[in-house]
């Protein structure tokens, strides 16, 4: 397994961005870590992930697509269900290689779960809720 550890511009959500490949499993991540200060001392006491819209509206800013972050009320028709690729596309209406992007963008979120592999992978909304990112 391989690690890469990145800082996130100063005074963005997510200060640390960590991702990785398994060899024969693919890539892990990109997860977005963010420092937990003490109350009393404002020391930094350790890294939580960031998750959820915040993270998506963070990640995309990060990655100059806007559309990604725009993408995502387009699946709430989809919401409370588990659904395939090919829904997915339906309900975007963008190309193979950009479902992908998205995809992947909102399972690092954690706003979306992924299970299976191949033909068999379907996806579902992590957090139940389907709303619009704030």
């Known amino acids: 397994m391989r690690l890469g550890i990145d800082r996130v511009a100063r005074g963005q959500k997510g200060e640390i961005l960590v991702r990785g490949y398994y060899r024969g499993r693919g890539e892990i991540g990109p997860f977005?870590?963010?420092r937990i200060y003490d109350e009393e001392s404002g020391e930094p006491i350790r890294?939580?992930?960031i998750t959820g819209r915040d993270l998506l509206q963070k990640a995309t800013q990060l990655s100059r697509d806007p559309k990604e972050y725009e993408a995502w009320p387009k699946l709430?028709?989809?919401c409370g269900r588990e659904?395939?690729?090919k829904e997915a596309k339906h309900?975007?209406?963008v190309a193979e290689a950009t479902l992908a992007k998205y995809?992947?963008?909102y399972v690092a979120a954690a706003l979306l779960i992924k299970t299976g592999k191949g033909?068999?992978?379907r996806y579902r909304h992590g957090d139940g809720n389907c709303s619009s990112p704030k």
């Open 32 to 34: 977005f870590l963010g």
């Open 47 to 49: 890294f939580e992930r």
């Open 76 to 78: 709430a028709s989809l």
């Open 83 to 85: 659904f395939t690729n």
């Open 91 to 93: 309900a975007l209406g």
């Open 103 to 105: 995809l992947a963008a």
């Open 119 to 121: 033909k068999l992978t």
